[in-house]
């Protein structure tokens, strides 16, 4: 762009904010776009700018150089979004080169009019494909479920025992064991750090220990921490060691 098309360039700016184009601002311009031709998307560019609406509803619109350079890239860009490569049979680098670079420019340009649409991969796998994937156990999307409440549950289903719910404290999938005592902070009961073992067992897919079981475990728990109990206080009740100074 030269001064000539500089100039006409902000007399079309003028007609959106009444600016006093100058021949100082003319080369101004003219230096800042000298990569940048006076064409159809540049004057759209100013367009575009004064179509949008400043942030500050009092602030007035002033276009600038850079605001032509990025909007005009931007209206080519906007042509080249379908853009699609149509090569030759058996062209060289060189032949790939000029023919691609020449495409981009007629499309970016609009002399070419862009593709209305994209291309789209068409079909599905094939019968057989599908019958080895199903024999390896893969159910696809075709499983649904029988209840709103087993669709729900499969979007918080997690690996370990916090994807099943506790048969001890009845806690939810996705949700921490918690004690059965409430309290003033935890109403429900406090969380635990680590999940029942009825949980752990469930998740694991083994069996639930029996009345019988559980009791014997639990008193087996008991005996282990009166042990241990016991152990600390006669390791609290050893006397001090007496000196016994030798006699000279």
């Given at each position: ?6 100039a006409?360039?902000?007399?079309h700016?003028?007609?959106?904010d009444?600016?006093?184009g100058?021949?100082?601002?003319a ?17 759209a560019a100013?367009?575009a ?7 500050d ?22 042509r ?9 049979a ?6 790939y ?25 068409e ?6 494909f599908?019958r080895?994937?199903?024999a390896?156990?893969?159910q ?25 719910e ?27 750090t ?42 609290r ?10 006699a000279?």
């Amino acid at each position: 762009m030269n001064s000539a098309e500089a100039a006409e360039l902000l007399m079309h700016a003028a007609a959106f904010d009444n600016r006093n184009g100058s021949t100082a601002a003319a080369k101004a311009w003219a230096a800042a776009l000298h990569d940048v031709p006076l064409d159809q998307d540049a004057r759209a560019a100013v367009a575009a700018y004064y179509t949008t609406a400043p942030k500050d509803p009092d602030a007035k619109l002033w276009i600038l150089p850079h605001h032509i350079r990025t909007l005009r890239t931007k209206i080519r860009n906007a042509r080249l979004e379908s853009f699609q490569y149509e090569p030759l049979a058996d062209e060289t680098t060189a032949e790939y080169l000029a023919r691609y670079r020449g495409q981009v420019r007629a499309i970016a340009s609009g002399r070419v009019a862009p593709p209305t649409d994209r291309p789209a991969l068409e079909g599905g796998p094939s019968k057989s494909f599908m019958r080895e994937l199903e024999a390896h156990g893969w159910q696809g999307n075709r499983t649904v479920p029988d209840s709103d409440e087993e669709s729900l549950a499969n979007t918080v289903r997690r690996n370990g025992p916090l994807g099943v719910e506790c048969p001890m404290c009845a806690a939810e999938i996705g949700h921490p064991c918690k004690t059965g005592r409430g309290t003033a902070k935890f109403p429900l009961g406090k969380p635990l750090t680590k999940p029942h073992t009825a949980r752990v067992r469930q998740a694991d897919g083994e069996p639930q220990l029996t009345v019988e079981q559980r009791a014997a475990e639990e008193q087996r728990i008991r005996e282990a921490s009166a042990r241990t109990l016991a152990r600390l206080a006669a390791e609290r009740d050893i006397p001090d060691a007496e000196i016994v100074e030798e006699a000279s």
